[in-house]
């Protein structure tokens, strides 16, 4: 693939967060209320995952508008928070004001961590991460590098063979191996809020289990643990059911299809 036209995805993806954060901050989905009212937008994988956050220093990659950055901070971590929409960012560092917390907030894509010259004990990301990037092996580089002697890196995300299935969104399908070519998807609405008026186009890779543990292995990461989940903390997709554990799976699919898996590593 060429760089240019990877760098026209990235563009066009930006544009696409940069129309959906107004959107999300407003949403129930996000319930920002909640947060201002000293609740957190942290879920209880990520939280048992991270463990105690008290004065680590953590990267939290693709933070979005922040929520869950100053939700790790108020939990007593020293947090930087990166994203790459410049309206996300901004709202970030107004929420952060608003709150009076010290969550810090930088503009960046992650193919450009090498801007931050600092190190961490904790590098983590959540919940849409790995789709957005063609090459994993870049991206599991920058993570290795940002992480000092003994951090380690957590992520909680989609499971690969969701996006195979797209059995939540439409009838389309695409590998669960990687291609060249990304997929692309026009939304109507947001997952935040599927009435919104607001139209954007995306342009996703898809990566397999074997290629994402892979990628972080070849650049100097211990895998820890590896978990897979049938069910989504959050109704971020239509055609889910609540359980009474108050976790979401699919309807008529329960506890059939892996919805999430998470990663927990170490540097070596």
């Known amino acids: 693939m060429k760089s240019e036209s990877v760098n026209d995805y990235f563009k066009i993806n930006k544009n696409a967060w940069d129309k959906k ?68 960012i901004e709202q970030a560092r107004k929420f952060a004001k608003e709150l009076n917390v010290s969550t810090r907030f930088f503009e960046a894509n992650i193919y450009d961590l090498d801007r931050i010259v600092e190190e961490f004990d904790i590098v983590f990301c959540s919940y849409g991460c790995i789709c957005w990037f063609p090459d994993l092996n870049k991206w599991a580089k920058g993570i290795s590098k940002m992480m000092a ?7 909680v995300d989609f499971h690969p063979l969701l996006h195979t299935l797209d059995c939540l969104l ?22 935040a809020d599927y009435n919104s ?21 070849n650049n100097g990461l211990k895998i820890n643990d590896f ?12 055609n889910l059911v609540k359980g009474k554990d108050g976790l979401y799976r699919v309807k008529d699919f329960e506890d ?10 170490t540097k070596i």
């Not at 002697?149 to 992520?155: G, V």
């Not at 139209?199 to 292995?217: G, V």
């Open 170 to 191: 439409s009838d389309t399908r695409r590998s669960y191996f990687y291609s060249d070519e990304p997929f692309k998807r026009e939304w109507h609405g947001t997952y």
């Open 197 to 217: 008026d607001i139209e954007t186009i995306e342009y996703n890779w898809n990566h397999s289990i074997a290629e994402i543990i892979r990628s972080l292995k």
């Open 21 to 88: 954060t107004p959107v999300h901050v407003a949403s129930s989905l996000y319930n920002v209320d909640e947060i201002k009212k000293g609740g957190t937008s942290l879920n209880r994988i990520e939280i048992d995952g991270l463990g105690d956050v008290k004065d680590k220093r953590i990267l939290h990659l693709q933070c979005h508008f922040g929520l869950d950055s100053i939700s790790l901070t108020k939990m007593g971590a020293e947090v930087l928070g990166v994203d790459f929409s410049p309206k996300a």
């Open 149 to 155: 002697n003994n951090a380690f890196f957590y992520i």
């Open 227 to 238: 978990q897979e989940y049938p069910y989504l903390p959050k109704e971020w997709f239509p």
């Open 256 to 265: 059939i299809y892996p919805l999430l898996f998470s990663i927990k590593a």
